[in-house]
């Protein structure tokens, strides 16, 4: 098996040639290749580290900046001129990242108008729908009721939405200005949507900052059409941009402020706790138990902290979020609808609920397969991917803004814009197709799209998904394929699993049990991957 150690470091800086010079030890292994003495991780990045010019590696990244120039110089000063030092790539993306947010409220202009208020298609015929203003109404807060204390009228007698999201939702009630219920609608959607544009720059920013020497990979999620488009709909991005921070955090060998955060963002949204799976695989492959554990008492403390007052005062509201998501029938969007519509037979929700379990089970279990036999370990950022995209696969509904789960966690796994872009147009038709499905079945005039072009969409969502999630396994598979290990690189969102000795394998193709760079004394011959030279930068991943 040809060993995964790095030769000569592309030239992406003006610094590669001196801090990517031949038999440089991977970021997290000591150059002898033998395990960190402190039994967390090796040897911190260089601080000379070039940061990858994306222009440099990716063809796609390269054409996309003839607009601005073209591709960084190989004598290019990064922090020179007058406002040198000032535009950082992460401040950049930062912008990016807001400027992309704006854009998004601006398509939203239509239904802030009037389409919200006024007929029931327009907001379907403007693709411009939230459930923000309609649920300032809806679920009491136009009345000052109490999110989980207060019953409500109607199907739903309480906040339906976790603690955490909950409280979000409330504290923008508070700073809703007074008026009449449209204009009051009109502020609490303003209010929810500043704040959500805090979530995400922080998004962004957590992204860049998560793999050093890759900051630029935050722009995939800055310019991601689907997280402008869909923001807005739902609060979905205080949980994605919690889990983005843990991530972060993980990445800096800070378990438990990783799941301080992870605690606060399944209190937010709960497909986060999704992500404790994919890491008690790595940790077990690495031997990094005790770092696990302190990670999940954060969780469950952090959790408990915000649910259990709510849980002990109000447990009637409490539960009917989880009620709610057991009772919810096969809904817009999942495989579920598409084949009860096709086979003209309704799926109950129980039904529907064992299913998705069964598929998620089996998924858990092809991702411990991948984790403990892929010939070297899998990144975090990859399999906490393929998992919350099993999820999104499999579950009963498909909401547009859930989307927003798999950006970050896409754009750390696959950094790569050809693959991104592909997945993001699939997205894009997909919240497309659905409006203007829904304009079709609420119009009397049946203008939109069929339910024949709706299930395309659908299919389109599904497919575009499982294309991203096949080129992530190809990666673990094949690691020399693996953008962010082009450079020697071994897991640099893992943290304490960065660099660490495999202690846990099955299967020949991860044996023996080795470091992220094959120590040489194991008196094997090892064959050098000539990937991560300046002759193989225009190569395709």
């Known amino acids: ?83 040198g030092g000032q535009f950082t790539p992460v401040r950049v993306i930062a912008l990016v990242a807001i400027g992309m947010f704006a854009l998004g409220m601006v398509q939203k202009l239509p239904c802030y108008n009037w389409a919200w208020f006024r007929g029931t298609t327009s907001q379907y015929t403007h693709a411009c729908y939230s459930d923000i203003p309609h649920l300032f109404a809806g679920r009491g807060f136009s009345e000052g009721l109490v999110p989980y204390f207060d019953r409500l009228a109607g199907d739903i007698p309480f906040l339906e939405y976790p603690v955490l999201t909950g409280l979000f939702m409330e504290v923008a009630a508070w700073l809703t200005p007074d008026g009449s219920l449209q204009e009051q609608g009109q502020a609490y959607w303003l209010v929810n949507a500043g704040l959500l544009m805090v979530c995400a720059a922080v998004l962004a920013v957590c992204v860049a900052r998560t793999h050093r020497r890759r900051p630029w990979d935050g722009l995939l999620v800055a310019l991601a059409p689907s997280v402008a488009l869909t923001a807005t709909i739902n609060w979905d991005l205080l949980a994605v941009s919690l889990t983005a921070a843990a991530i972060l955090m993980w990445s800096r060998s800070r378990p438990l402020a990783a799941g301080i955060l992870l605690g606060l963002a399944v209190a937010a949204k709960f497909y986060p706790v999704l992500l404790l799976w994919p890491l008690l695989l790595l940790c077990r492959r690495a031997g990094r138990m005790r770092a696990f554990g302190t990670a999940l008492l954060g969780a469950a403390g952090s959790w408990l902290v915000v649910n259990l007052p709510v849980m002990l005062l109000a447990p009637e509201g409490w539960k009917q979020f989880y009620l709610f998501s057991r009772d919810r029938n096969v809904d817009f969007g999942s495989v579920w609808l598409l084949v009860s519509q096709r086979g003209g037979q309704t799926i109950p929700p129980e039904r529907a609920n064992l299913y998705a379990l069964l598929l998620l089970l089996l998924a858990a279990g092809g991702l411990a397969w991948l984790a403990f036999a892929a010939p070297r370990r899998p990144r975090l950022a990859q399999l906490a991917f393929l998992m919350v995209a099993a999820f999104v696969l499999t579950n009963k509904v498909y909401s547009p803004q859930y989307v927003l789960w798999l950006v970050p966690l896409a754009a750390l796994a696959r950094p790569r814009w050809r693959d991104f872009l592909i997945w993001q147009c699939c997205e894009v038709l997909y919240y497309l197709g659905i409006w203007m499905y829904l304009a079709f079945t609420g119009s009397g005039s049946k203008q939109g799209l069929p339910l024949d072009g709706y299930h395309f969409a659908i299919v389109l969502h599904l497919l575009g998904t499982l294309y991203l999630c096949a080129v992530v396994v190809r990666d673990i598979l094949a690691p020399e394929k693996d953008p962010v290990r082009k450079d020697g690189s071994d897991d640099p969102s893992g943290g304490v699993l960065d660099g660490a000795r495999d202690v846990f394998v099955v299967g020949r193709a991860a044996r023996p049990a080795r470091h992220a760079a094959p120590a040489p004394e194991t008196g094997e011959q090892e064959l050098l991957v000539t990937w991560g030279t300046p002759g193989a930068e225009g190569s395709r991943g």
């Open 1 to 83: 098996m040809p060993s995964l150690k790095k030769t000569n470091g592309p030239l992406d800086g003006p610094e590669g040639d001196r801090s990517g010079a031949a038999g440089a030890a991977p970021h997290g292994s000591p150059a002898d290749g033998s395990p960190a003495s402190d039994g967390t991780r090796g040897d911190t990045l260089p601080a000379a580290a070039p940061v990858v010019a994306p222009t440099r590696r990716d063809e796609v990244a390269a054409a996309g900046s003839e607009l601005i120039g073209g591709r960084y110089g190989r004598r290019a000063l990064p922090g020179s001129g007058p406002a």
